[in-house]
């Protein structure tokens, strides 16, 4: 796996939402959103209920309705810091990096010892790509983790940071300190075997998968993940098994179509791979030709 797809992942898992249940149907976050609104009647001041309501807004797919519920709970009496919090990383997952830590250092001047603001700002130098942003991302998880030293999602962050700048070694102290708090964490366990990959360790990271899966059977990028960790061993087919199946459960990778048509080239089936690339191509043009 590149570099570039690996910076990618790792900034993909290194936080998420916090509050709304992140593997919830949506059939559970519809009713959770509605319960945030009933309560929002009685107390519609309250700002984290409105950050609560907007994160499982975010999970429903609706950013324009969770940046609404975010700053209706920043213009609320009280503590903002949820709402900060939130607002920020959505501003981030858009791409608006120096806005988020606007938001990120309003929390930081209410209160300078606040971890997950740091994390958050930390996170936000990683996800910017930039490599003159790694030692503020850094010192940010450092500062971070001088605070609280078992927290785990900075220690998911730091350990993602690690894995994106290509220090796995670095990246699995940080993930294993993470686990021993919360074995069954699908993304800190995902990240994990990513780490493993990148030291050619494929038996821990297919066990790390394996343990992901188990968490959240069926998620497509643990999927494509063992994919490649066979590809890299050799056994195509196993391979190809894995991607299938990524596929299925998200038939819009365009890294997924891109390995498995490289695979079925491999595999002799020059047509079927040739169709699976430029599948791969249709929905993202700049999909690495060689992963």
């Known amino acids: 796996m590149s570099g570039a797809r690996t910076l990618a992942v790792a900034?993909?898992?290194a936080l998420g939402l916090a509050g709304a249940a992140q593997a919830a149907t949506r059939e559970e976050l519809t009713k959770a959103a509605d319960s945030y609104r009933a309560q929002l009647r009685t107390q519609p001041n309250n700002p984290d209920l409105h950050a609560m309501l907007g994160e499982t807004l975010e999970s429903l797919g609706d950013d324009?309705?969770?940046m609404a519920e975010y700053e209706r709970g920043l213009r609320g009496p009280g503590d903002t810091h949820r709402a900060l919090i939130d607002h920020g990383q959505l501003l981030v997952r858009q791409g608006r990096f120096d806005e988020g830590r606007k938001d990120f250092n309003r929390a930081l001047s209410q209160n300078s010892k606040d971890v997950e603001a740091l994390t958050?700002?930390?996170h936000s130098w990683v996800a910017e790509g930039k490599n003159k942003k790694a030692l503020a991302a850094l010192?940010?998880?450092n500062a971070a983790l001088s605070i609280r030293p078992d927290d785990g999602a900075a220690l998911n962050a730091r350990g993602s940071f690690y894995l994106a700048q290509l220090?796995?070694?670095l990246a699995v102290k940080d993930f294993d300190k993470a686990l021993a708090a919360s074995p069954n964490d699908d993304v800190v366990l995902y990240n994990r075997g990513m780490a493993w990959k990148q030291l050619n360790r494929y038996d821990r990271a297919l066990r790390d998968f394996n343990a992901a899966l188990r968490v959240t059977p069926g998620d497509p990028m643990t999927l494509a993940a063992k994919g490649d960790a066979y590809r890299q061993l050799g056994d195509l087919l196993l391979a190809r098994e894995f991607y299938d199946a990524a596929l299925k459960a998200d038939p819009r990778s365009a890294m997924s179509w891109e390995a498995r048509g490289e695979i079925r080239v491999?595999?002799?089936d020059t047509s079927g791979g040739e169709a699976d690339k430029a599948q791969a191509h249709k929905l993202d043009p700049a999909v690495e030709r060689s992963l």
């Open 64 to 66: 324009a309705g969770a």
């Open 120 to 122: 958050a700002r930390g």
């Open 11 to 13: 900034c993909a898992f």
């Open 139 to 141: 010192e940010d998880f």
């Open 167 to 169: 220090k796995p070694e």
């Open 266 to 268: 491999a595999l002799g």
